[in-house]
């Protein structure tokens, strides 16, 4: 700056007319904005750089079974392929990491991804972990923002109260997932699984626990263990992911995907919420008739915050504006002919899709079983365009439906108006319940047909004590009445002798007529299973509240018993009171113990079976305990059934 000063001034003073002094004076301007330019230059050099925005994604998928004993799944190496083109339109490609296994159709599908995805190992997740801390750090330092995803999809499953997901060395469990994230400290983390029981690898269940849990439960355990994660998970209990062959694809990711890729926002701000996410899963599968196959989803966004955006969409790949005016079901299709994402925009919403180069065209039906077919562009890499302006071309080839039982997906339309009633029903519904399968409904209500076979028995022998000791207590009053016991100080005792053990006889027969009527607990809960399952209830609900009674009537029990033993050990000690203080006195109390003895015995009889039959366990105690028993997966023999193209495959696993 001051050698351009000095450049500029003059050798000498001198007299300068007006012009020259005009000139002068532009030559000063000139160098006083020269100045500012190079000033201003200089300060914005010294600034730090705007903040900017990126994100990272480990994407694992697994298709082997491992030691769960399952069929191998088909289409989770499809699924990770399709969420690294999903990343690849919000970040570079080298801030995505895929460990996957390709089969052979699914390499030729995707070959250039074969080169760059790793064996979905326990190892190779530890890589790429230190590897994506590096460099997140690393741009969090530099003043971006980062998102970091987490997503798998494959088996998993629940032991002793912790979810794991299966990995082709081993199991993933919550714990290593925990440490996952707390290695990767960035500004936001998401994590999304697609994997039966995933719910508990987020939110383990502690050592005696109950075998369900609810949303407070998550909330809880979220708060321990991943308080500022967003999680997004499929929750279903049973021992398969469902995939559908149409597809090539989970059912759960594919409508992840499809909303993420932007037919997810419905209020059309250029993100999705988890809120937005999770409505458009559950609208999207609500048609599908057989609730087994449908996806139960739980999200919550980081910190408790529902409405926190899980993906901004980004730069890359075309962007496709769907016209507000009317409603549109779309499918697009890649190069192969096989669906990338699906949606079903409702009238007067607008949709904006993100969508990977793989896009290669859009069908869009007409509601009368026709399709037409646009073309999208050849370059998706920076192009935009709206769906009614891409040239039509030659339809799809009409395939014959298979008979699968996903063909609702999709039906119901969604946005604004989808969202706001789907907000309204979740919370006006009952809270959800996570972790029942199918075989949980089966195995309570097993249960509860052998503890109501044992309770009947149970009391038909307590009917029969009552009715012995009834005809204990008669056969006294008849002797009293008759004479045969005498009371040589007060003749007149007989009558009252005989009066207290008509009483007694009376109270006895009753109890006994009681036990054989009563209706127990176990029978009312098998009739609420059935009469819910029949009504077409959640299964899941029905069996959280059948446990919650089941308990609440083993505490009950518990507290009958401890109350036996107490009335047990009085009555014990009354009569033997009574016989120590009759011999103490000299038979004062009894000139004669032809009555008193044996009544005093009875009670020492009756208040003793009391006394020990309170420290055995009654038959609900033990259901209770055998319900919420979970021994270990290698342990216990495992049936599934899993849906595949042409029928069903059946295993059974575990330790014989």
């Not at 006294?476 to 207290?500: E, T």
């Not at 036996?564 to 009574?578: F, K, M, N, Y």
């Not at 028993?629 to 059946?650: D, I, K, Q, W």
Request: charged residues 20%; aromatic residues 6%; hydrophobic residues 45%.
């Amino acid at each position: 700056m001051a050698s351009v000063g000095l450049a500029d001034r003059p050798a000498a003073p001198v007299r300068a007319g007006r012009g020259q002094r005009a000139a002068l004076g532009g030559g000063v301007m000139t160098r006083l904005a020269v100045a500012t330019v190079v000033v201003a230059a200089a300060l914005a050099a010294t600034r730090p750089a705007e903040a900017g925005h990126t994100a990272f994604a480990l994407v694992v998928t697994n298709n082997r079974g491992g030691a769960l004993g399952r069929p191998d799944l088909q289409y989770a190496d499809d699924d990770g392929a399709r969420y690294y083109e999903l990343f690849a339109t919000l970040a570079p490609a080298d801030h995505i990491t895929l460990l996957t296994e390709f089969d052979r159709d699914t390499a030729r599908l995707f070959p250039a991804l074969v080169a760059s995805a790793r064996p979905p190992s326990r190892s190779h997740v530890g890589d790429a972990v230190r590897a994506i801390a590096a460099r997140a750090s690393a741009a969090e330092r530099a003043g971006d923002t980062v998102d970091f995803y987490f997503v798998f999809a494959g088996h998993g499953d629940v032991d002793h109260g912790r979810g794991f997901l299966q990995l082709i060395d081993g199991a993933f469990d919550a714990t290593d997932l925990e440490a996952l994230l707390r290695a990767i400290r960035v500004t936001h983390t998401h994590v999304i699984l697609d994997s039966c029981n995933s719910f508990f690898v987020i939110n383990p269940r502690r050592p005696g626990g109950r075998r369900f849990a609810t949303p407070a439960d998550a909330v809880a355990g979220l708060a321990r263990g991943l308080p500022g994660v967003g999680v997004f998970v499929s929750t279903s209990a049973e021992a398969e992911v469902f995939e559908w062959s149409a597809l090539q694809s989970g059912v759960f990711s594919h409508a992840v995907r499809s909303g993420l890729a932007g037919a997810a926002d419905a209020n059309h701000d250029g993100t999705i919420s988890y809120d937005e996410l999770r409505a458009f899963v559950d609208t999207a599968t609500a048609e599908i008739k057989n609730s087994a196959f449908r996806p139960k989803v739980y999200a919550r966004g980081p910190g408790g915050d529902d409405h926190a955006a899980i993906v901004a969409p980004g730069d890359g790949g075309l962007r496709l504006t769907l016209d507000a005016a009317r409603p549109i079901r779309l499918t697009i299709r890649d190069r192969d002919e096989l669906p990338w994402l699906d949606l079903h925009k409702e009238t007067g919403s607008p949709v904006t899709l993100r969508l990977p180069a793989a896009a290669a065209s859009a069908d869009e039906r007409d509601g009368h079983g026709g399709v037409q077919r646009r073309e999208l562009p050849a370059d998706v890499a920076t192009a935009s365009a709206g769906l009614d302006d891409l040239p039509l071309i030659a339809p799809p080839p009409v395939t014959r439906a298979g008979d699968e039982p996903f063909h609702a997906l999709f039906a119901r339309p969604f946005g604004p108006a989808a969202l706001a009633r789907y907000d309204a029903e979740r919370a006006a519904a009952p809270p959800p319940v996570f972790g029942i399968a199918r075989d949980d409904v089966t195995r309570l209500s097993q249960l509860l047909d052998e503890v109501d076979d044992a309770l009947v028995q149970e009391r038909r022998v307590a009917a029969a004590y009552a009715f012995g000791a009834a005809a204990f207590e008669f056969g006294l009053a008849g002797l009293a009445a008759s004479g045969a016991v005498r009371d040589a100080r007060n003749p007149s005792g007989r009558a009252l002798v005989a009066g207290v053990a008509t009483s007694f006889g009376a109270l006895f027969s009753a109890q006994g007529v009681a036990l054989l009527r009563r209706r127990s607990d176990t029978e009312r809960l098998r009739a609420m299973l059935t009469g819910g399952l029949a009504a077409g209830r959640d299964p899941a609900r029905v069996v959280a509240d059948i446990d919650d009674r089941l308990h609440a009537a083993a505490r009950a029990q518990r507290s009958v018993r401890m109350t036996r033993r107490w009335l047990g050990a009085s009555i014990v000690a009354l009569a033997g009171g009574g016989f120590i203080a009759d011999r103490a006195l000299g038979r004062r109390l009894s000139a004669d113990s032809s009555f008193y003895d044996p009544t005093l015995l009875a009670l020492a009889l009756v208040g003793s079976i009391r006394f020990l039959d309170s420290y055995s366990d009654t038959p609900i105690e033990r259901t209770v305990r055998l319900w919420d028993r979970e021994p270990s997966l290698a342990s216990v023999p495992r049936f599934s059934l899993v849906p595949t193209p042409t029928g069903a495959a059946l295993s059974l696993s575990g330790q014989f």
